[in-house]
């Protein structure tokens, strides 16, 4: 995990994109896990900015779900799972 903190999600240029996202929502799980709460927190926050930044909370949620394509699709989701994720740590 100390390689993928390291490499991958402190670079901003790696997770500027959907895909950096799901990285820091995949680290944000693997802290509440582990029981680092405050870190998890804080991993979930930042994925939520950059979420913010990129514009993934823009996605069209109100098309039905047929009609999306999938990298709507995925963006949609993405931003669901960030926000879940926020809400989930106590």
């Known amino acids: 995990m100390h390689l993928v903190t390291t490499a991958v999600t402190s670079d901003d240029d790696l997770i500027c994109h959907v895909d950096g996202v799901e990285c820091l929502v ?4 693997y802290n509440v ?3 680092n709460v405050r870190r998890a927190w804080l ?11 990129i514009g993934i909370h823009k996605s069209p949620m109100d098309s039905p779900a047929d009609a999306m394509d999938l990298v709507a699709a995925q963006r949609h989701y993405t931003w669901y799972r960030v926000l879940s994720g926020v809400r989930r740590v106590p």
């Open 26 to 29: 995949l680290q944000g799980l």
């Open 33 to 35: 896990n582990s029981g």
């Open 43 to 53: 991993t979930f926050r930042r994925g939520v900015s950059v979420a913010q930044l």
